[in-house]
Every structure is written in structure tokens, then in C-alpha cells.
């Protein structure tokens, strides 16, 4: 169940980013109330992960998922394009993330 809740959290922020670029920078009413409601839901789900698993993986998890989202929504939604440097990159934390998950102690299963 915790990490359901961690990634309720994931889904929270990324809705919050979304819904912050879609804002136009707070001029949009409605995206921005998404943005204040998305990001205060992300972060009490990301408080309620926190008993339970360490802050250092939890926010390992939390940012790396976040990222890969927010790609994945920008190029859908957005159209916008990453290069390759960045497709690396973001395959690298995926990496790190699966490590993090199948080999080390501090994660908890």
C-alpha cells in the first residue's frame, strides 16, 4: 500500500506540472486552482509515504517518475521533443531507480 500511495503522490505532482504549464504562468483560472489542489494532494501523499520508507528512496522514486511523466506528457500533450542526451539521461535514472528497487537494503518491500 505504500508505494500505491507513492505513486498516487507521483500522479498528483504530474497532474500539478501539467496543469501549471497549461496555467500560462497563473493567467488561466482554473489550471491554476488544478496546480495549488494537485500539488497540496502530491505532497500529503508524499508525507504519508514518508512513514515508511526513507526519504532518500522515497524522493528517489518520486522525482524519477515525475520526471519520465512529465517527458512523456510534454511530448503528448505539448509536443514537445528531447534529444537524445536527455533519452539517456532519463534511461539512467530509470536505471538507478531499478537498482535502488531490486538490489538495495534501504528500499523497503
Do not use: N
Amino acid at each position: 500500500m505504500t508505494y500505491a500511495t507513492l505513486f498516487l503522490a507521483v500522479l498528483a505532482e504530474t497532474i500539478g506540472t501539467t496543469a501549471l504549464q497549461a496555467s500560462q504562468q497563473f493567467t488561466k483560472p482554473l489550471p491554476s486552482a488544478i496546480v495549488v489542489v494537485a500539488y497540496a494532494a502530491a505532497f500529503y501523499l508524499l508525507a504519508l509515504t514518508l512513514r515508511s520508507v526513507p526519504v532518500g528512496v522515497a524522493y528517489a522514486l518520486w522525482s524519477g517518475l515525475g520526471i519520465l511523466l512529465i517527458a512523456l506528457i510534454g511530448f503528448v500533450v505539448f509536443g514537445q521533443r528531447l534529444d537524445w542526451p536527455a533519452v539517456i539521461g532519463m534511461s539512467l535514472i530509470v536505471a538507478g531507480i531499478a537498482v535502488i528497487q531490486l538490489f538495495s537494503g534501504a528500499a523497503t518491500h
